[in-house]
């Protein structure tokens, strides 16, 4: 999907929705992220929760450092059975 696709259908989209709170929410969300620089949150962590950040990225990836569904539920069933 080229740039002027992708400009047209969202163009499209947006002539489409009559709901003004949702225009007016994506609209914020553009205008938020036209402003902001990449890296800019990244820049403001310390290098301590960088290096958390990055630790969790790569254990993530470790198949066996995985939790499983059931282990999860039987973990937290204290707050999945309210």
Do not use: C
């Not at 036209?34 to 254990?59: F, H, M, P, R």
Request: glycine residues 4%; without cysteine.
């Amino acid at each position: 999907m080229g740039l002027a696709s992708i400009k047209t259908d969202f163009h499209q989209l947006i002539d489409e929705i009559e709901n003004e709170e949702l225009l007016y929410s994506f609209y914020q969300l553009l205008v938020q992220r036209s402003q902001g620089k990449n890296g800019q949150i990244w820049e403001s962590l310390t290098d301590e929760v960088k290096n958390e950040l990055l630790l969790a990225d790569e254990e993530s990836k470790n198949p066996n450092s995985w939790v499983s569904d059931d282990e999860t539920r039987q973990k937290h069933q204290q707050w999945l059975s309210k």
